[in-house]
């Protein structure tokens, strides 16, 4: 399975847009991107999956460039609710949905 | 809303005893996962079921670890002998294709296991 390397923490103020980067340069034809939030002593919840090109929720926007050895998870509007570890995952989500957990980014909003 | 049942959520034990949690994922859920977690660390897979079947316990310690689920819905994950190195938060997930084909884990809210 693909490898995924992202940022440790970053840094952010209420009401900016946050855009937090994944690099998956192994990435596979049947692997698909997934990201997840996670607050301490709670499971992660996803937030958005996407092939390629862009992908939009009601929460986040999920940028794929061509050549989809990287991507990017686009929050709008972030709050101090939004301060969490968030995790890229590439996986074959038509292989039994096989995806493998990261180190993830701390994301820290501030007031 | 549905959601994913995990038991305990603490559990405190000492070094070499026998520990046990259980898992009910969401109804008609086929896939079912354990994961460990440890402080600061992102999730690890450690035994992954499609229905009755194991199709991936490649970082299962098998030699004090096992997992079992056996009717394809409920499951127990079981530790013989526990170790201090065990300590974690033990997560469960589940997940199905989604009607916009979207493959979601929902995750349970953990067992929080601590080794003295």
């Known amino acids: 399975l693909a490898k995924t390397t992202q940022p440790i923490s970053m840094d952010s103020y209420e009401g900016q847009e946050v855009n937090i980067t994944c690099s998956h340069n192994?990435?596979?034809?049947?692997?698909?991107i997934t990201w997840y939030q996670q607050f301490p002593s709670q499971g992660p919840r996803f937030i958005i999956q996407?092939?390629?090109t862009k992908v939009t929720n009601e929460v986040a926007s999920l940028f794929i460039p061509a050549d989809r050895k990287s991507s990017t998870l686009s929050l709008p509007r972030v709050s101090l609710s939004d301060t969490a570890v968030y995790y890229c995952?590439?996986?074959?989500?038509?292989?039994?949905?096989?995806?493998?957990f990261g180190s993830g980014t701390k994301l820290n909003v501030k007031p | 809303e549905a959601e994913v049942a995990q038991s305990p959520r603490y559990k405190i034990t000492e070094k070499s005893q026998a520990v046990a949690f259980w898992c009910d994922p969401i109804?008609?859920?086929?896939?079912l996962y354990w994961y460990r977690q440890i402080l600061g660390q992102g999730p690890e897979l450690l035994v992954q079921?499609?229905?009755?079947?194991?199709?991936?316990d490649s970082q299962l310690p098998k030699d004090r670890f096992s997992a079992e689920r056996l009717k394809g819905v409920d499951s127990t994950l079981k530790i013989q002998p526990a170790e201090l190195g065990d300590s974690a938060m033990y997560l469960c997930?589940?997940?199905?294709?989604?009607?916009?084909?979207?493959?979601?884990?929902?995750f349970g809210p953990g067992t929080r296991l601590t080794v003295t």
């Open positions: 997930a589940s997940s199905q294709m989604g009607l916009d084909s979207t493959y979601e884990q929902y």
């Open positions: 192994n990435i596979a034809t049947n692997d698909y």
């Open positions: 996407g092939y390629k």
């Open positions: 995952l590439v996986g074959d989500a038509d292989n039994f949905n096989k995806f493998y």
């Open positions: 109804s008609g859920h086929a896939t």
């Open positions: 079921f499609q229905d009755e079947s194991v199709v991936d």
